[in-house]
């Protein structure tokens, strides 16, 4: 297995836990969703507080480089989270790969249950190859 980190992550001493997510796009498959601190249906996240998160991906194209977006819905608005290139991150077909990234929920959709939706993309053509979205409870 491969992997890559898009941000600096902290070795925490916190569980990461599979998170419930369904398929949103791309040839590609996304295999599991870990969440630290999480696990189950809906993830239950405070406000304020980093979450590392873990996403298992299988492309089904190349990419020289590949691109993250993960998004929020409220109140029919979506809300950018994270809008950023992966650094190298040069992708086969077929070969499993771990995405690591980190989200600390905001003051807007506190007390809210949401779609957070995690797409991922080949920097150079934009065409989704795969996609997850999970529902997180914002405390």
Sequence with gaps: ??????????????????????????????SQVRISDCEGAVAEMRQGVEYSVEADVIPAAASAGLYLKVTVVFMGNTIPIIDAVVPNSAVQPGTLYTLRWTITPGAIPVGNTVPVTSEISDAASAAVLMCARITARII
């Design 1 to 30: 297995m491969k992997g890559f980190a898009i941000f600096a992550l902290c070795i925490v001493a916190a569980s990461a836990g599979v998170v419930t997510h369904e398929g949103c796009g791309g040839a590609g498959q996304v």
